[in-house]
């Protein structure tokens, strides 16, 4: 079945770099995204992969993807205490409905 | 250009009333996703719906929930006799073309059951 994992909690120091990983089971995700979620919020889409991509690079943000490990990775360069939320990783689903299946989150906290 | 709205963003009911929770995709969205969040987890597919039909209801519960999606109007995710356990934050999302890579979520709503 469809699984996403991630590790539950990572803390940082400003100005360092963060990096979430994330796992997935569905090899025939096409779509892999990174959400972000401040506390009492809704979800802001950070950034996506397609799954014949390796890399992707946005800004400060970086996502790996090592299709043949189903690992999805999300670099945050020169973090900031406004970065302070919880990141959620999601796959497309397998069938074209579009819905979308999540890891439970993972917060990162960023100490000045 | 507004984004998906939903309404109310937080909800009180008894245990045994019904909640109704809406949302307005954004403009010119006609596929309309529901999540939902329970305390301490990642979010959770529950129906996809386009303007009239339900496409994928697999993660709704069994009873008690509906949901329905009108030519005209918001989407409106229904759920009779409350319980505790449907204590969550209710997320709708929308997108433009079924399947298409961007989800656009709502900012949810808050459902507290006492």
């Known amino acids: 079945g469809e699984d996403v994992e991630q590790s539950l909690f990572l803390s940082v120091r400003e100005g360092d770099s963060s990096v979430i990983n994330c796992t997935y089971t569905?090899?025939?995700?096409?779509?892999l995204y990174w959400y972000k979620q401040e506390p009492g919020a809704g979800l802001q889409l950070l950034t996506y992969?397609?799954?014949?991509?390796d890399m992707k690079q946005d800004q400060r943000l970086t996502v790996l993807l090592n299709k043949k490990d189903k690992h999805l990775s999300l670099r945050i360069a020169d973090t900031q205490t406004g970065d302070s939320a919880i990141y959620f990783c999601?796959?497309?689903?397998?069938?074209?409905?579009?819905?979308?299946?999540f890891g439970q989150g993972t917060t990162l906290q960023v100490k000045p | 250009n507004a984004g998906v709205m939903q309404n109310p963003r937080h909800l009180v009911r008894r245990r045994g009333q019904e909640a109704r929770l809406r949302c307005s995709p954004m403009?010119?969205?006609?596929?309309v996703y529901w999540y939902r969040q329970l305390p301490e987890e990642g979010l959770k597919f529950m129906v996809y719906?386009?303007?009239?039909?339900?496409?994928?209801e697999s993660g709704m519960p069994k009873e008690r929930f509906s949901a329905e999606f009108p030519k005209e109007g918001p989407s409106i995710l229904r759920i009779q006799q409350v319980v505790r356990g449907d204590s969550a934050a209710y997320f709708c999302?929308?997108?433009?073309?079924?399947?298409?890579?961007?989800?656009?979520f709502g900012p949810g709503t808050r459902l507290t059951v006492t």
């Open positions: 992969i397609f799954s014949n991509m």
């Open positions: 719906l386009q303007k009239e039909n339900i496409i994928d």
């Open positions: 999302a929308s997108s433009l073309e079924r399947g298409t890579y961007e989800q656009y």
């Open positions: 999601a796959e497309k689903g397998a069938d074209n409905t579009g819905k979308l299946i």
């Open positions: 403009k010119g969205h006609s596929h």
């Open positions: 569905d090899s025939s995700s096409t779509y």
